[in-house]
């Protein structure tokens, strides 16, 4: 599975950076850094969307607060 946070500057200023840092936690959390890879990319023409993330080439719009649940609902879920 491939986790994409945009870090473009419209999402960079909503928090993409936080997110970042929360789904490494959390995947390194539940051993799952070698299953989910991780990646940046640069604007993803979705900017009033953001923090845009994309699962596979699912996109989601995502706030820091909301990492926790986005992790259980579309990444553990996914993988289970
Ligand atoms: S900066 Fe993220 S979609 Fe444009």
């Known amino acids: 599975m491939i ?6 500057s ?4 909503k ?14 959390e539940k051993g799952l850094d070698k299953e989910v890879e991780l990646k940046g990319s640069f604007c993803m023409g979705e900017c009033v969307n ?4 994309k699962v596979n080439d699912t996109l989601f719009s995502l706030c820091p607060e909301k990492v ?4 259980e ?8």
């Open 50 to 53: 953001g923090v845009c993330v």
């Open 15 to 28: 928090g993409s950076r936080e997110i970042i840092e929360k789904l490494q936690y959390l995947l390194q």
């Open 3 to 8: 986790v994409t946070v945009c870090i473009g």
């Open 68 to 71: 926790e649940q986005f992790f």
């Open 73 to 80: 609902e579309e990444i553990l879920n996914r993988l289970t």
């Open 10 to 13: 419209s999402c960079h200023l």
